[in-house]
């Protein structure tokens, strides 16, 4: 007697997705779901995605994973918020720290008050009040429940690591759950000849591979749901043109800073990532402003150490699959689509998807209802990232090359108009349902590119101004301290988890 429940899964592609993929739903589904991936060493991975977010620490503890073992095994360091370098105009930086900014203080959030008195006159950075802002340009890192003497929530970061560290990591994991792993060139993918559905998988050498439910992590070429299942993508180059990027590592430099660096050039943007034994580094760049030598040119200019490897390029397609399930073809990682790596939301939305996967896991029947909640909950999140991504192009000062005017001058998403507008008169900015990035985040990103709300929240009105002055010089007093306080990023990985 069958229950209808799935007795298989096979996973197409060993990549940072498919590995995450077998570790969150291995451990989800225990030995009810025989699991198997499938992938070539051969072809070989992407390899580069090395920044997160700190959602990243409810998946490794949903595996049990502990963080120093983690970050010893993927040479990873502390990430506590993105530094944009010369966005906004030439010569500007502002960070998108993780955590909140400031501290509660009445029935208006706390960037009202500090709007306030901006409109008043003071020139306090919003950023002295984020104690995430504040230890990330010091350089410094301990991990806190709180600060401040409990005055103050503590540290919130995410991390820096080698992703290909990370999926070896997770392979590990994954095998001693039971996951059977199956190394071979996938040449062929059999369809039941009236559903369509995919059915198995014929290698190289001639082996089958069947299944009953099969993600695909094949990579930006989507082996499984484009090019079996012909999906269809979305292309979102109009607003988010950048479609290649150079990549290089090269030697250390200190200090060791806990936060990404992303600085605006010509024609595109820079990334410095902080590793334990090296610092990642890539340019990504929009190929219709600048060849992809002039771009290697610009990235190996900017390095902070020597080359530790030949420069490698990789282009895309910035946009997403039309449908991220299709038939019993879940697409995850690169096959489901690709946004930059500007807010470091790839691996994210591989461990969001698999969340949803698991709310929704499906029985045999494969029901169309619950198929469609999947892909409007993701198509959602897509594009909730997608416009975030925009504001950082489109509210810029810089007019200095073509690129930038372009961006300047781009018209945007009505969703993403709609906020900026709210925001530039009254400084009020709403999250929704599936929006990843949450208020600290847009008021970060909207003052750091210039865009300053005109008007005073009312509801600030019931805190008079001595009251408040004391309230802002005192919650900077107590930051300051409470960073002082801190050890050296460097000093707490030594004393926690060097890689040897
Ligand atoms: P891949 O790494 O391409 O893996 C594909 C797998 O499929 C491989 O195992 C391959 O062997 C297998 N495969 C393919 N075809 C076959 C076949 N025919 N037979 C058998 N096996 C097959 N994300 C972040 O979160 N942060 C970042 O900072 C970040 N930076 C990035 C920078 C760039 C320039 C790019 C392009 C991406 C970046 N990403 C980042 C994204 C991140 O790298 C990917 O999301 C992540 O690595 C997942 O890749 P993947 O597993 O989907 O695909």
């Given at each position: 007697?069958?229950?209808g429940?799935?007795?298989?899964l096979?996973?197409?592609?060993?990549?940072?997705?498919?590995?995450?993929?077998?570790?969150?739903?291995?451990?989800?589904?225990?030995s009810?779901?025989?699991?198997?991936?499938?992938e070539?060493?051969e072809?070989?991975t992407?390899?580069?995605?090395?920044?997160?977010?700190?959602?990243?620490?409810?998946l490794?503890?949903f595996?049990g994973?502990?963080?120093?073992?983690f970050?010893a095994a993927?040479?990873?360091?502390?990430k506590l918020?993105?530094?944009?370098?010369?966005w906004?105009?030439?010569g500007q930086s502002?960070?998108?720290?993780?955590g909140?900014?400031g501290?509660?203080?009445?029935?208006?959030a706390?960037?009202h008050?500090?709007n306030r008195?901006?409109l008043q006159?003071?020139d306090?950075?919003?950023?002295d009040?984020?104690l995430?802002?504040?230890?990330?340009?010091?350089?410094?890192f301990?991990?806190?429940q709180?600060a401040g003497?409990?005055?103050l929530?503590?540290?919130v970061?995410?991390?820096?690591f080698?992703?290909?560290?990370?999926?070896k990591y997770?392979?590990?994991?994954?095998?001693a759950?039971?996951?059977r792993?199956v190394?071979?060139?996938?040449?062929?993918?059999?369809?039941?000849s009236?559903?369509?559905?995919?059915?198995?998988?014929?290698?190289q050498?001639?082996?089958?591979v069947?299944?009953?439910?099969?993600?695909?992590c094949?990579?930006f070429r989507?082996?499984?749901?484009?090019?079996?299942l012909?999906?269809?993508?979305?292309?979102?180059r109009?607003?988010?043109?950048?479609d290649s990027a150079i990549?290089?590592?090269?030697?250390s430099a200190?200090?060791?800073l806990?936060?990404t660096?992303?600085?605006?050039?010509?024609?595109g943007w820079?990334?410095?990532?902080?590793?334990?034994?090296?610092?990642?580094?890539?340019?990504?760049?929009?190929?219709?402003?600048?060849?992809?030598a002039?771009?290697?040119?610009v990235?190996?200019?900017?390095?902070?150490?020597?080359?530790?490897a030949e420069?490698r390029?990789?282009n895309?397609?910035?946009?997403?699959?039309?449908?991220?399930w299709?038939?019993?073809?879940?697409?995850?990682?690169?096959?489901?689509?690709?946004?930059?790596?500007?807010?470091s939301?790839s691996?994210?939305l591989?461990q969001?998807?698999?969340?949803r996967?698991?709310a929704?896991?499906?029985?045999?029947?494969?029901?169309?209802?619950e198929?469609?909640e999947y892909?409007?909950?993701?198509?959602?999140?897509?594009?909730?990232i997608r416009?975030?991504?925009?504001l950082h192009?489109k509210?810029?000062s810089r007019?200095?090359?073509?690129?930038w005017?372009?961006?300047?001058?781009?018209?945007i998403?009505?969703?993403?108009?709609?906020r900026?507008?709210?925001f530039?008169?009254?400084g009020?900015?709403?999250?929704q349902?599936?929006?990843?990035?949450?208020?600290a985040s847009w008021?970060?990103?909207?003052?750091?590119?210039g865009?300053?709300p005109?008007?005073?929240?009312?509801?600030?009105?019931q805190v008079?101004?001595?009251?408040?002055d004391?309230?802002?010089?005192n919650?900077?007093q107590?930051?300051?301290?409470a960073?002082d306080?801190?050890?050296?990023?460097a000093d707490?990985?030594?004393?926690?988890?060097a890689?040897?």
């Amino acid at each position: 007697m069958t229950d209808g429940g799935l007795k298989s899964l096979t996973i197409v592609g060993g990549g940072t997705a498919g590995w995450m993929s077998a570790a969150m739903l291995s451990r989800a589904l225990g030995s009810t779901v025989a699991i198997t991936v499938v992938e070539s060493d051969e072809i070989g991975t992407v390899g580069v995605g090395e920044a997160t977010i700190p959602a990243i620490k409810l998946l490794n503890g949903f595996l049990g994973l502990d963080e120093n073992d983690f970050l010893a095994a993927t040479h990873g360091t502390i990430k506590l918020g993105i530094e944009f370098v010369d966005w906004h105009t030439v010569g500007q930086s502002y960070l998108h720290a993780f955590g909140p900014v400031g501290r509660p203080l009445g029935m208006a959030a706390f960037h009202h008050y500090w709007n306030r008195r901006r409109l008043q006159g003071h020139d306090e950075s919003l950023w002295d009040y984020s104690l995430n802002a504040r230890a990330a340009r010091a350089g410094k890192f301990d991990r806190l429940q709180q600060a401040g003497g409990g005055y103050l929530e503590g540290l919130v970061h995410a991390f820096h690591f080698d992703a290909a560290l990370y999926a070896k990591y997770l392979r590990r994991y994954s095998e001693a759950q039971g996951v059977r792993r199956v190394e071979g060139r996938i040449v062929g993918v059999n369809q039941h000849s009236e559903t369509g559905f995919v059915t198995d998988l014929t290698l190289q050498d001639g082996r089958r591979v069947e299944g009953e439910f099969f993600i695909d992590c094949s990579g930006f070429r989507g082996l499984l749901i484009e090019e079996t299942l012909k999906t269809g993508y979305d292309d979102w180059r109009g607003w988010l043109p950048m479609d290649s990027a150079i990549a290089v590592p090269c030697a250390s430099a200190t200090p060791l800073l806990p936060y990404t660096r992303a600085t605006a050039r010509e024609a595109g943007w820079q990334w410095r990532i902080p590793l334990q034994h090296r610092t990642g580094n890539g340019h990504v760049f929009c190929s219709e402003h600048i060849s992809a030598a002039e771009a290697t040119d610009v990235l190996m200019r900017n390095l902070d150490g020597a080359p530790l490897a030949e420069p490698r390029q990789l282009n895309f397609t910035t946009g997403r699959r039309r449908q991220f399930w299709n038939k019993n073809v879940v697409a995850m990682g690169l096959a489901s689509g690709f946004m930059e790596p500007l807010e470091s939301t790839s691996i994210h939305l591989v461990q969001s998807a698999l969340s949803r996967l698991v709310a929704l896991f499906p029985n045999r029947d494969f029901n169309a209802v619950e198929i469609a909640e999947y892909n409007r909950q993701t198509a959602l999140e897509y594009e909730y990232i997608r416009d975030f991504l925009i504001l950082h192009y489109k509210a810029t000062s810089r007019e200095d090359t073509p690129f930038w005017r372009a961006c300047k001058a781009m018209d945007i998403p009505d969703t993403l108009k709609a906020r900026m507008e709210l925001f530039a008169q009254s400084g009020r900015v709403f999250s929704q349902e599936d929006d990843l990035f949450k208020e600290a985040s847009w008021i970060q990103v909207l003052i750091g590119q210039g865009v300053l709300p005109g008007a005073v929240h009312p509801l600030t009105r019931q805190v008079t101004d001595p009251q408040l002055d004391d309230y802002m010089t005192n919650l900077r007093q107590i930051m300051a301290r409470a960073v002082d306080g801190l050890p050296d990023q460097a000093d707490f990985i030594a004393r926690h988890c060097a890689s040897g």
